[in-house]
């Protein structure tokens, strides 16, 4: 099975970290990318290399997944370590293992810590949970690669407790533009929801809670669905299998075929069939089928289970993102939940780059009255924020002009720079968040930058790569950039060197005024 560019990416950049001395990694795809092949390969390798691979999960349907595309794609055979079945004494290089089975005391000591020397999990985000830690403990020798679909910033900070470094990231926005995704439309209903009585549990909404308020809401969402969706394939995504069940005979009632599944269903497999081949048009489901069910032609997704987790979010809204024939977009219904809490997920956070940007997408999602392309929706947002930045920093250089301050602010350097990636940074792992070290502050100092607002060695370590690539380049230095910034030039991060030098030349000819005939605000490189 040959595998896409980036997933040949993924698959190197693993071996490069592992090959580094970092035994525990994380890769991170959207759903529907491919996260099984591309671990399957990675097994492949490991195995070719005389490893015994450990490919551990929590749920029966992501066990058999795993099985299945790894012989599909390597044509390796897997033993089963889960209930009555065991690898032990067995010939196959790969163990396809279910958490809640390994984590038993008996279970695990039946195996020398050694056992494994390759432990992969699948959906990584499950790992800090006691039962992982403890197969993880065991395993301690083991080089870790955990794969999760997750694009949230904080929970990749969580999963810094467990993982050493990011191996490799492909976000939702690239693959929707490279045509691997279908692209998102996102449509707010206008409907007040009120959650404000609803509490918290383990960080997230209390389902029951999420039961009772939603429960005198449903009928109105039925007769909104009935405007916009009738003719689609809709996933519905409910908190409690009684809500689920009383949502699906609304909705029967008003014309949908509607059908329902949950963990008790002993028909699941039947519905799920008739639901992929046509025979219903919703399926509503009581937060069952966020991992390890695919049906590509879904085209609507509708979260009825608000939730502040945005890994979970990202999963409900996976079950609509693949490629399909005919299949034009996915559409995400979204609905004006009314909460004294600012963390609740929405449509903006699956692809907005910080929480700035995403208050202003939602804004605009709200405002509309139709669907709106979250991508032109994400550039449009971003370029509001930005203009606010530079309105903020222009105020900033301003106040500051008159301390004639030699070095650049980070915070200036970045914006020059047009560097969204560097202003949004937020440190995920442990030597990221240690102060940033002598050294560094010493180098970024000699460089031009003023190190006394970088807090943080993550930040320090970005900016000096990102200087010295734009050494290579030829691009503008700080020093330069301050110079010109200081006399209204705009983005000069954004100039080369050499021209940056030669304007800073005439500038000196002419006794430090600027030549006749050029406007810093309006002038830009040739």
């Known amino acids: 099975m040959q595998l896409r560019p980036y997933q040949e990416e993924a698959k190197q950049a693993i071996f490069d970290e592992w090959n580094k001395g970092i035994n525990r990694t994380l890769l991170v795809l959207p759903t529907g990318c491919g996260k099984t092949i591309v671990f399957a390969k990675v097994t492949e390798e490991r195995v070719k290399q005389g490893d015994r691979v450990l490919i551990l999960a929590h749920r029966f349907e992501l066990l058999q997944q795993a099985c299945d595309k790894i012989e599909q794609a390597t044509g390796l055979k897997s033993a089963m370590e889960k209930a009555e079945y065991t690898c032990i004494g067995s010939w196959y290089r790969v163990v396809v293992g279910s958490v809640q089975t390994l984590m038993r005391e008996k279970r695990l000591n039946g195996f020398a810590n050694d056992f494994f020397d390759t432990i992969i999990v699948d959906e990584a985000h499950h790992v800090l949970s006691d039962s992982y830690q403890k197969v993880l403990e065991h395993f301690d020798s083991a080089k870790v690669l955990g794969v999760t679909a997750t694009p949230d910033r904080g929970d990749m900070r969580n999963l810094g407790q467990c993982f050493e470094s990011l191996a490799y990231e492909y976000t939702l926005p690239k693959a929707i533009k490279e045509g691997y995704l279908s692209p998102i439309k996102a449509q707010t209903i206008p409907l007040k929801l009120d959650l404000t009585g609803v509490g918290t549990q383990a960080g997230d909404f209390k389902t029951g809670d999420l039961g009772t308020a939603l429960d005198p809401y449903l009928n109105q969402i039925a007769a909104e669905m009935a405007k916009i969706c009738m003719d689609r394939k809709t996933v519905v995504f409910l908190p409690l299998v009684k809500t689920s069940q009383k949502f699906r005979d609304i909705l029967n009632g008003i014309g949908f075929s509607a ?120 550039k449009q947002a971003s370029e509001d924020v930005v203009a606010q930045r530079e309105e903020a920093l222009a105020k900033q250089l301003a106040a500051m002009k008159q301390r004639k301050r030699k070095l650049v602010d980070p915070l200036q350097f970045e914006m020059s720079i047009q560097a969204e990636d560097l202003s949004s940074y937020v440190p995920a792992f442990g030597w990221e968040m240690s102060p940033a070290s002598e050294k560094q502050l010493k180098t970024l100092e000699k460089f031009g930058i003023n190190p006394d607002d970088i807090d943080n060695a993550g930040k320090a370590a970005k900016i000096l790569d990102r200087l010295d690539k734009r050494r290579s380049e030829g691009l503008t230095t700080p020093k330069q950039i301050r110079f010109l910034e200081g006399r209204g030039f705009q983005h000069v991060g954004t100039w080369s060197f050499e021209h940056a030098k030669k304007l800073i030349d005439r500038i000196a000819a002419g006794g430090w005024r600027i030549p006749a005939g050029i406007e810093p605000r309006i002038y830009k490189p040739e």
């Open 259 to 378: 059908a329902e599944v949950n963990g008790n269903s002993e028909d699941r497999a039947k519905v799920l069939s008739d639901f992929e081949i046509g025979k219903y048009n919703v399926l509503c489901n009581s937060m069952l089928l966020t991992e390890g069910w695919d049906c590509p032609a879904v085209d609507c997704i509708v979260v009825l289970r608000p939730t502040k987790v945005r890994s979970l979010y990202c999963q409900m809204v996976g079950r609509g993102t693949r490629l399909a024939p005919g299949k034009e977009e996915l559409l995400l219904l979204d609905f004006l939940w009314h909460t004294e809490r600012h963390e609740l997920c929405r449509p903006a956070h699956l692809i907005a780059i910080n929480e700035e940007v995403a208050k202003v997408m939602t804004e605009k999602l709200n405002e509309a009255a139709c669907p709106l392309d979250l991508e032109v929706v994400e």
